[in-house]
């Protein structure tokens, strides 16, 4: 039989990590945040020429207009992002930014302007969306902005070299823009190979956690008397935590267990020591099951250095008894129809580390009204994380009289509570007052 190897896929490219998220991060801003930039430079290419002597303006009333003009670019951008707009009607924006950018050189001294440079940030804009298009678009932005001025009285007389510096100036931009885009696709497929991944993972997750949640016994038990129910909520997708119970002869077989650790990897290992615990349902001696789960965490699954607690006990239908073996668990509660409850002490060490001490087995007997409560140290999460906290499931598990009462009162704490960062997992085993 040949064993199946997992295939791992290829690291992306590291280039393409950082830009990733910034190109995403761009297209995923509002056109009034992309905007702010230009707005935010403009005003300082403004207080630049009103403050610096050797800065010209040329044109106050140009100047003026400039300025204008990126507020109702502004106020443009501000309206499209309150509407949600998305499309073409956004590349308005970063045009009407190439023609503010136009008349401010204009203003401010025409081709000896040194503004021209502010062109970069429409560039990048237009540039970085999807589609080899916008590069072109890019282009013919900077070749408005640089024709501007003639549109507004320049002439080549006073600027013989602007016609050669202009198209020079607009194929530094286009190829810019095209670099950019090339960039901003990669990074784009990039993004959805991961977003791809991430779903595959999520579905895999999801499926692992309905078989999970299969694996949590049925309703239907031959105890007669006795009401069994229990509730396992995990903190994540899948569960370290686990119960379990099943009919044997003469009455039922439960289990509670708590694996060290969280996620997939806690999930399987519960999984495994629940099958290897039922292995042993027609051994009457309760060691039996203990022995061949601790071998198997010890031995099999020696490297993962892996532990669970286990709380495991048979019920005599008949006489009320449960033996039960306690393997580092502590959170099992004796609940007596009266109210009142002790907590069963733990006698061994958990399951998964190798000791040469014998399973040391208990009994309590079950009296009509009373319940056997077992449960995962999540429970005491959703009060004060203290053991004390045990009096809380105890007064639950005595008010009820039916063990899923006392489940759905659990259950419904969990669902407001917050605070829980473990597996919340309760087994209720409770004898009919009658």
Not at 26 to 38: G, H, I, R, Y
Not at 204 to 225: C, I, M, N
Not at 338 to 345: C, H, N, S, V
Request: hydrophobic share 50%; charged share 20%.
């Amino acid at each position: 039989m040949r064993t199946a190897v997992p295939r791992t896929a290829p690291a992306p490219p590291s280039r393409v990590d950082s830009l990733a998220v910034s190109a995403i991060g761009l297209d995923e801003q509002s056109a009034l945040v992309k905007q702010l930039p230009v707005l935010g430079l403009f005003a300082v290419a403004v207080l630049l020429s009103l403050l610096v002597p050797t800065i010209t303006v040329s044109s106050p009333p140009a100047l003026l207009a400039a300025t204008i003009l990126i507020l109702m670019t502004t106020a443009i951008a501000a309206v499209l992002t309150r509407l949600g707009a998305s499309g073409p009607i956004l590349i308005l924006v970063p045009g009407l930014d190439f023609i503010v950018i136009g008349v401010l050189r204009f203003a401010t001294g025409e081709s000896a302007s040194i503004f021209a440079s502010l062109a970069i940030l429409p560039v990048v804009w237009v540039a970085a969306l999807d589609g080899r298009r916008h590069i072109v678009y890019a282009f013919f932005g900077v070749v408005i902005g640089l024709v501007i001025p003639f549109v507004l009285g320049s002439t080549l007389e006073d600027n013989p070299n602007e016609i050669a510096r202009g198209f020079f100036s607009a194929l530094a931009f286009g190829l810019a823009a095209a670099v950019v885009n090339d960039l901003a696709r990669l990074a784009r497929e990039h993004v959805a190979d991961i977003r791809a991944r991430e779903q595959l993972t999520v579905i895999e997750l999801e499926q692992a956690s309905a078989v999970q949640r299969a694996l949590l016994p049925k309703p239907a038990t031959g105890a007669g008397d006795y009401d069994l129910a229990g509730i396992c909520i995990p903190s994540r997708t899948i569960g370290g935590d686990f119960f379990d119970w099943y009919d044997v002869a003469g009455g039922t077989a439960f289990t509670v267990g708590d694996v060290m650790g969280k996620g997939v990897g806690a999930g399987i290992i519960a999984a495994t020591v629940r099958a290897v615990v039922r292995s042993a349902r027609n051994h009457d001696d309760l060691s039996v099951a203990l022995d061949r789960a601790s071998e198997c965490l010890a031995s099999d699954l020696g490297d993962t250095a892996a532990f669970a607690t286990l709380f495991h006990a048979r019920l005599d239908a008949d006489t009320g008894t449960v033996r039960y073996v306690d393997a580092g668990h502590g959170l099992s509660l004796h609940v007596r129809a009266d109210g009142t409850w002790e907590r069963l002490a733990s006698r061994n060490l958990p399951v998964g580390i190798w000791t040469d001490e014998p399973w040391v087995t208990s009994e309590l007997q079950l009296r009509p009204g009373d319940a056997l409560v077992s449960c995962s140290d999540g429970i005491l999460d959703l009060y004060d994380g203290t053991v004390e906290s045990l009096r809380h499931v105890a007064a639950i598990a005595a008010a009820a009289t039916e063990a899923s009462t006392a489940i759905g009162r659990i259950r419904d704490l969990a669902d407001v509570s917050d605070s829980s960062d473990d597996d919340v997992t309760v087994l209720i085993v409770k004898r009919s007052a009658n």
